[in-house]
């Protein structure tokens, strides 16, 4: 199986500042048919669903603030919160779909300092 | 816009059987893949099978093969999980997931299956 490391397992920011979470897979995600990474970001908060906020790799989910982007490729991941609000505080994983045998990351919890 | 709507959470005894259910609109159904994704309580996501857009093809997490069974009906637009011989660390909530990105939710909001003694 594909292993999704994530990096920090947490993280403190002050509103305002940029947050920034990275992802590694244990093997290349780019599909080199199509040039896509089978990469996906997901924000939860507690009570809650797993939210999509970004798909392959760094295309961003209708009605998710711009504030949130993700890029990179083959391996290496990024999601960046420009400009963290008190509302983006959540726990954030990231996914890969290259296989059918879907792997997450263990997830990185945002918190305000 | 895509829908997916998880049912057949229950408590169940060690060694029970449960069958999940997932109901699924807004999309083409019998095109495309699909899959369940549980989460302990307190723990992260866990991938825990996905089965063919034709139910053909169907793959499991080593901690559900041969317990678990995925199935789908194509006529009925529903996915199913038959879950037997349960353990306690198959306490979770269980998502129904897809791939299909840009036309709504991707995942459903999940049903709960507790097993205790």
């Known amino acids: 199986d594909i292993v999704m490391t994530q990096s920090p397992d947490s993280l403190a920011v002050s509103l305002g500042e940029r947050a920034t979470i990275n992802c590694k897979s244990s093997q290349s995600i780019l599909y080199s048919s199509n040039n896509q990474n089978y990469l996906a970001w997901y924000q939860q908060k507690p009570g809650q669903a797993p939210k999509l906020l970004i798909y392959?790799?760094?295309t961003r989910e209708s009605g998710v603030p711009d504030r949130f982007s993700g890029s990179g490729s083959a391996t290496d991941f990024t999601l960046t919160i420009s400009s963290l609000q008190a509302e983006d505080v959540a726990l954030y994983y990231c996914?890969?779909?290259?296989?059918?045998?879907?792997?997450f990351g263990q997830g990185t919890k945002v918190e305000i300092k | 816009e895509v829908q997916l709507l998880e049912s057949g959470g229950d408590s169940a005894q060690p060694g029970g059987s449960l069958r999940l259910s997932c109901a699924a609109s807004g999309f083409t159904f019998s095109s495309h893949a699909i899959g369940w994704v549980r989460q302990a309580p307190g723990k992260g996501l866990e991938w825990v099978s996905t089965i063919s857009s034709n139910g053909i093809h169907t793959d499991y997490a080593d901690s559900v093969k041969g317990r678990f069974t995925i199935s789908r009906d194509n006529s009925k637009n529903t996915l199913y999980l038959q879950m037997n011989s349960l353990r306690a660390e198959d306490t979770a909530i269980y998502y129904c997931?897809?791939?299909?990105f840009g036309v709504g939710p991707p995942w459903g909001k999940g049903t709960t299956v507790t097993v205790s003694s």
């Open positions: 392959w790799a760094s």
């Open positions: 996914q890969q779909y290259f296989t059918t045998r879907w792997t």
């Open positions: 997931a897809t791939t299909i």
